[in-house]
């Protein structure tokens, strides 16, 4: 059984490897190679204990199919979203409004910078800001088989225990505004971090305006 379900593994991994090369899509085809390999042994466990015989490589090669078509899906969705994100905030992104990244798991981080979307020590949104929100809730309603998780961060300066509710009252605040768009609420949670897990030292003033953040992550529904 177990050199059944390594040599399913290799050739999918190989197979997938030779493929993949010079590909532009390689991020999506990867996370349905490695989709794939994982319902490969998922399947062959099925097979196997059903049936000792042919049953485990008929359920890796089903099982294959099912899980590499599922990733290969996901990976796809991600990879269009991205695009949209990075072509519509690609102004944003040079005035270093904010950040777009890419993360292993597939999920899209979007860092807001604190100083162009909350005036110091609020909590309510400035106006310049509403047209970058606006931007990206509206490719949100386009892409509704995702999960958006937001967080607030602050630099160091005042007490942590206010820092902490400043920082949650901001994430509320953008998933208000969100909500407001037409974002149902069900999609949306919201953390507050206070001056914990800062990006840089906050010794700088330069490094505490890189602390006071709200990130926005972009969450593959399952």
């Known amino acids: 059984m177990k050199k059944i379900i390594i040599s399913i593994c290799a050739v999918l991994s190989l197979s997938a490897c ?6 532009p899509n390689m991020h999506a085809k990867q996370m ?4 794939a390999a994982l319902g490969a042994v998922a399947g062959a466990i ?23 078509l599922a990733g290969g899906v996901t990976g796809h969705y991600m990879d269009k979203q991205e695009g949209e994100f990075r072509q519509t905030l690609a102004a944003e992104q040079r005035s270093h409004q904010l950040e777009i990244q890419r993360l292993k798991d597939d999920s899209l981080k979007i860092t807001m910078n ?6 110091y020590d609020s909590t309510d949104i400035k106006p310049a800001f509403e047209d970058t929100l ?7 309603v386009r892409y509704p088989n995702s999960r958006i998780e937001i967080s607030g961060y602050t630099d160091n300066v005042g007490s942590e225990a206010y820092n902490q509710r400043l920082s949650e009252f901001r994430a509320m605040s953008v998933k208000h505004y969100l909500e407001d768009r037409s974002i149902p609420a069900s999609r949306i949670s ?4 206070g001056e914990s897990n800062p990006r840089v030292s906050n010794s700088t003033r330069a490094g505490r305006q890189l602390n006071r953040r709200v990130e926005m992550l972009i969450v593959p529904s399952e």
Do not use: C, P, W
């Open 18 to 23: 030779a493929t993949m090369q010079g590909d």
């Open 32 to 35: 349905g190679a490695g989709a």
């Open 46 to 68: 099925i097979g196997y204990q059903g049936d000792h015989s042919g049953g485990a490589l008929r359920g890796a090669l089903v099982g294959g199919a099912l899980g590499g």
């Open 114 to 119: 604190s100083e162009v979307s909350f005036d």
């Open 134 to 140: 606006n931007k990206i809730s509206d490719i949100l």
């Open 190 to 193: 919201t953390y507050g971090y």
